[in-house]
């Protein structure tokens, strides 16, 4: 008997008897509050629980002999995308890459498209860069200086042939009625730092002249809907998308500063996604009827030698129940000592009522 007595005597949860329990309206209206409390942290920590939280973390940056993908999507509302079907123009707007290592690119091999753009802003047509640009190496390279100089003073010498005065009056056809062009598709360079540029370098000098008259005719507004160097992942956040540079009476050239950071996202799954975040600061350059530099727009980037990865990381279940313990049972705890007082209030109040009656 003595060992049972002990045992009852540490009882934590002692119970009266049914007919010594008093229940009240306002004990009822408490539970059903506490209980309506309880549910909505129950939900709440359960969600709480179940939601994929990420880590960051730094490392240098080890890969080495990839290339760099570089997802474009721009419209330049006011330069054409006409003339590629004649050799001395190819392209009117060209896309050209350039690298530390000295390589000088207009032909990248990859998937790049133009949409011919009414004033409007409407789709007229499409046409696949790669082909066109290809076209164009025929009568001009980048990296071919001599070669090219001495074409422009042939052209130069023999005039222009019919062929491409008729090139040059619907190029000015297309810019009289407002014509655009739309540029997406990737370039995928050498992973180290760089430069890719839209401009209309890949027009003959005296052609360009013929077009435009002047440097400070060409307008190189633009808008940028997308640019990411690399496959997007959940919550990236890419400054430059949705980007708009409208030139209104100037023209000049575009410089944006990008700082790209090699990124490695973990899915909660083990998959892993090589990517790039990037940091841009821009830079506009106006110019000048005086000078002989044509307007463009230039990406010039350069890689972060720090690696960063992201991980997906889900709580511990024991990390649940402990939290679930916590809140519930505080608020169980809360409710009783809110009832017991409310219980000790009206009691009190009772009492005195009835001693002044009884007076």
Not at 110 to 136: A, F, M, Q
Not at 150 to 165: R, V
Not at 229 to 242: A, E, S
Request: charged letters at 20%; one cysteine or more; hydrophobic letters at 40%.
């Amino acid at each position: 008997m003595g060992v049972k007595q002990a045992l009852r005597a540490i009882d934590a949860f002692p119970r009266a008897e049914e007919h010594l329990l008093q229940k009240t309206k306002f004990s009822a209206f408490v539970s059903i509050v506490g209980l309506l409390i309880m549910v909505t942290l129950f939900l709440h920590e359960l969600s709480y629980y179940l939601n994929i939280y990420t880590v960051h973390q730094m490392s240098v940056d080890s890969r080495r002999g990839e290339n760099l993908p570089i997802h474009i999507n721009m419209t330049f509302p006011s330069l054409p995308c006409d003339g590629s079907q004649y050799s001395l123009l190819a392209v009117l707007l060209s896309v050209d890459a350039i690298d530390m290592s000295g390589k000088h690119e207009v032909d990248l091999d990859t998937n790049i498209w133009k949409l011919r753009l009414n004033s409007d802003g409407h789709i007229t047509g499409t046409e696949y860069l790669s082909d066109l640009v290809e076209k164009e190496h025929e009568a001009h390279k980048h990296d071919a200086h001599k070669e090219h100089h001495e074409d422009s003073d042939k052209i130069h010498l023999q005039g222009i042939d019919e062929e491409s005065q008729n090139m040059i009056k619907k190029v000015k056809q297309a810019l009289a009625d407002g014509e655009g062009c739309r540029v997406y598709g990737i370039l995928d360079v050498q992973r180290v730092a760089g430069n890719f540029h839209l401009s209309v370098h890949g027009l003959n000098i005296f052609v360009a002249q013929m077009i435009f008259e002047k440097s400070t005719h060409v307008n190189v507004s633009h808008i940028i809907h997308e640019l990411s160097f690399g496959p997007k992942y959940p919550g990236i956040h890419n400054p430059l998308d949705g980007t708009s540079r409208i030139l209104r009476g100037t023209s000049g050239t575009f410089k944006y500063y990008i700082k790209v950071v090699p990124t490695e996202y973990r899915y909660i799954s083990k998959e892993v996604l090589p990517t790039n975040q990037f940091s841009v600061t821009e830079y506009f350059s106006p110019i000048h009827d005086f000078e002989r530099t044509w307007p463009a727009v230039y990406f010039l980037y350069d890689l972060s030698p720090i690696t960063v990865t992201i991980r997906e990381e889900r709580r511990s279940f024991l990390h649940f129940i402990t939290r679930l313990c916590a809140v519930l049972g505080g608020t169980f705890a809360l409710t009783g000592m809110l009832d017991g007082w409310m219980y000790k209030i009206l009691e009190s109040f009772t009492k005195k009522n009835s001693r002044t009656i009884v007076r």
